[in-house]
């Protein structure tokens, strides 16, 4: 038996937006409303389907919103954040 790698990572960490920190807010902000535009879009979507339409090409449609919606739930968030913000992560991380 051969030595092997025993190290583990759990975390994704996305680096290198902008190396100036009077950028990094307006990145954040940025990002924020096309987080947001992108969540509310889909659950419009899906709410739009579930009450009107009901042909397989929307129930279709409805699930690819779904997918999308909970692949930005888990993507997004991992972007780095403002020092303030990382702070109050932290924090919500150390209560739960």
Not at 29 to 42: I, K, S, W
Not at 54 to 83: D, E, G, R
């Amino acid at each position: 038996m051969g030595i092997r790698n025993q190290t583990s990572n759990s975390d994704f960490l996305l680096l290198g937006f902008s190396p100036h920190p009077d950028q990094q807010p307006l990145l954040f902000v940025l990002f924020l409303a096309m987080y947001l535009v992108t969540v509310l879009g889909n659950l419009l979507i899906i709410l739009v389907i579930d009450s009107h339409l009901h042909t397989p090409m929307y129930f279709f449609l409805a699930n690819l919103s779904f997918i999308h919606t909970c692949f930005s739930c888990t993507v997004v968030p991992k972007v780095p954040l403002p020092p303030t913000l990382q702070t109050l992560q932290w924090l919500l991380r150390w209560y739960k």
